[in-house]
C-alpha cells in the first residue's frame, strides 16, 4: 500500500503564496507521475498540475504562469508553490500519483483565498 500525505494548505489573502507538499510512502519502487487536483464546493475534481517521472510538467490554464510544481524523487514528495492567489483557487487541493498500474489520492488539503 500507498499512502500520500499533504500539508501546506491554509488561509490566505488575494494576491498571496502558498507551497503545498506531497509527501508518498509504502510499498513503493517507482512513482511516474504525481501530480495536484482540487475541487472547489459544487464542482468537479480538476487538474492543477502534473509532473513526471523524467520532470515533464503539465498545468491546467488557469494556473499557467502562477503556480510551480516540482519533485524530489529520492523523497518522494511534490511541491506546488502557488503564487499570485485569487478567490477562485479556494478549493481541497488533492495530490495524486501513478505507480505502474496503481492510481493513488491523498486525504485533501483545504486551500482559502479571500478577496
Known amino acids: 500500500q500507498v499512502q500520500l500525505v499533504e500539508s501546506g494548505g491554509g488561509l490566505v489573502q488575494a494576491g498571496g503564496s502558498l507551497r503545498l507538499s506531497c509527501a508518498a510512502s509504502?510499498?513503493?519502487?517507482?512513482?511516474?507521475?504525481m501530480g495536484w487536483y482540487r475541487q472547489a464546493p459544487g464542482k468537479q475534481r480538476e487538474l492543477v498540475a502534473t509532473?513526471?517521472?523524467?520532470?515533464?510538467?503539465n498545468y491546467a490554464d488557469s494556473t499557467k504562469g502562477r503556480f510551480t510544481i516540482s519533485s524530489d524523487n529520492a523523497k518522494n514528495t511534490v511541491y506546488l508553490q502557488m503564487n499570485s492567489l485569487k478567490p477562485e483557487d479556494t478549493a481541497v487541493y488533492y495530490c495524486?500519483?501513478?505507480?505502474?498500474?496503481?492510481?493513488?489520492w491523498g486525504q485533501g488539503t483545504q486551500v482559502t483565498v479571500s478577496s
Open positions: 509532473i513526471a517521472l523524467g520532470g515533464a510538467t
Open positions: 509504502g510499498s513503493i519502487l517507482v512513482i511516474y507521475t
Open positions: 495524486n500519483a501513478w505507480l505502474s498500474r496503481d492510481e493513488y
